[in-house]
C-alpha cells in the first residue's frame, strides 16, 4: 500500500463547478501536509498548506482529519486555468524534511 | 531573487552510461533534495544535503549518488543507467533540514534509450 493515496482520477469538469479531491495517508507520525499543483511537464508548486482546523484561500479550501488520516481539497467556481494535477503531500518532519507525494489527481476544466 | 535552477533541461543517454545533474538552491537556502517523477506518478524523494552531507535517502539503490558544495549547489549522479531510470529529476530547496516549505527547480527530464 502507498503511503500517501489519492483518487487518480481525470476529473473533467465545466467552468463553474465545485471539485473535490481526497487523499488517505497510511503513516500516523505525518505531522506536515500540503497540497501541490504541477502543469503538465512544469515543477510542483505549493498551493496551499493543511491545518487541522482547515483553511481556505480563495476558491481554495484544505480540510485535514487527523483522526481519519484525511485530506481534502476543495476547489469551487473552477476556472480554466485551474486544470492541472494537484499533488497531496505529507511530511513526517522526523528531523528531516523529506516529503512523502501520492500520485496526483488530475483536472481537466471545460469551457 | 533567484528561484532553483537545474541543469540541463533535458539529457538523452543510453543505457549503460552515466549522468550528472546539477541545482542551484534558490537563494538563501542550504538544504537540497533531490526527486524522481516517472511518467504518471508523483515525485518520489531520493536523497538530501545539507552542510555537504547526504542526511537521507529514500529507496533508490547505490547507483545514485549526489554531492553538495560549499555554496549549496548540488550534484545527483546516476551510473550504469538502466530505461526505468528514464524520469524527471526534481530538485528542491528549502532553509534548514526541518525547514518545511520546499521550492522546486524546473527539473531535468532524462531519457535513457
Known amino acids: 500500500r502507498k503511503e500517501v493515496e489519492q483518487d487518480p482520477g481525470p476529473f473533467n469538469v465545466p467552468e463553474g463547478a465545485t471539485v473535490a479531491f481526497n487523499c488517505t495517508y497510511s503513516n500516523s507520525a505525518s505531522q506536515s501536509f500540503f497540497w501541490y499543483r504541477q502543469d503538465c511537464r512544469k515543477e510542483p508548486k505549493l498551493l496551499m498548506s493543511?491545518?487541522?482546523s482547515g483553511n481556505e484561500d480563495g476558491r481554495f479550501t484544505a480540510q485535514l482529519n487527523r483522526a481519519s488520516q484525511y485530506i481534502s481539497l476543495l476547489i469551487r467556481d473552477s476556472k480554466l486555468s485551474d486544470s492541472a494535477t494537484y499533488l497531496c503531500?505529507?511530511?513526517?518532519?522526523?528531523?528531516?524534511?523529506?516529503?512523502?507525494f501520492g500520485a496526483g489527481t488530475r483536472l481537466a476544466v471545460h469551457p | 531573487d533567484a528561484g532553483v535552477t537545474q541543469s540541463p533541461t533535458h539529457l538523452i543517454k543510453t543505457r549503460g552510461q552515466q549522468v550528472t545533474l546539477r541545482c542551484s538552491p534558490k537563494s538563501g537556502h542550504d538544504t537540497v533534495s533531490w526527486y524522481q517523477q516517472a511518467l504518471g506518478q508523483g515525485p518520489q524523494f531520493i536523497f538530501q544535503y545539507y552542510e555537504e552531507e547526504e542526511r537521507q535517502r529514500g529507496n533508490f539503490p547505490d547507483r545514485f549518488s549526489g554531492h553538495q558544495f560549499p555554496n549549496y549547489s548540488s550534484e545527483l549522479n546516476v551510473n550504469a543507467l538502466l530505461l526505468g531510470d528514464s524520469a524527471l529529476y526534481l530538485c528542491?530547496?528549502?532553509?534548514?533540514?526541518?525547514?518545511?516549505?520546499?521550492?522546486f527547480g524546473p527539473g531535468t527530464r532524462l531519457l535513457v534509450l
Open positions: 528542491a530547496s528549502s532553509l534548514g533540514q526541518g525547514g518545511e516549505t520546499q521550492y
Open positions: 503531500v505529507v511530511n513526517r518532519l522526523d528531523g528531516y524534511n523529506k516529503l512523502i
Open positions: 493543511v491545518y487541522s
